[in-house]
């Protein structure tokens, strides 16, 4: 099992950015695959992708709304996978979680039921 904490969410006006972290332990890093998701109250979708990254870091998905202003990035060094949120808008407002599974593969994985892991959830509000 893999163990995942969030940092970096917090208050921001629109037009700002953060960076969020995912730290990851209890499992070799190289072997796991990772997602972004979100949850926002009153959406009927319960998490929503964000991103995706590779176990190797070379191949990336993203959700529609974030392409272009988003950037998920991983040090394989460090454990860690990174969320860059730029020019963040009210909608972007959710608790943000990061989960992981593990793959030997290449591949990228968008649905919720593909990971088994997940994180405790940072929160991100952005204001008008």
């Known amino acids: 099992q893999v163990q995942l904490v969030e940092s970096g969410g917090g208050l921001v006006q629109a037009g700002g950015s953060l960076r969020l972290s995912c730290a990851a332990s209890?499992?070799?890093?190289?072997?796991?695959?990772v997602g972004w998701f979100r949850h926002a109250p009153g959406k009927e979708r319960e998490r929503e992708i964000v991103a995706a990254i590779s176990r190797g870091g070379g191949y990336t998905d993203y959700v529609d709304s974030v392409k272009r202003r988003f950037t998920i990035s991983r040090d394989n060094a460090k454990n860690t996978v990174y969320l860059q949120m730029n020019s963040l808008k009210p909608e972007d407002t959710a608790v943000y979680f990061c989960a992981a599974r593990t793959t030997y593969g290449s591949a990228v994985y968008t649905g919720a039921a593909d990971y088994g892991s997940w994180g405790q959830g940072t929160q991100v509000t952005v204001s008008s």
């Open positions: 209890g499992r070799t890093f190289t072997l796991i695959a």
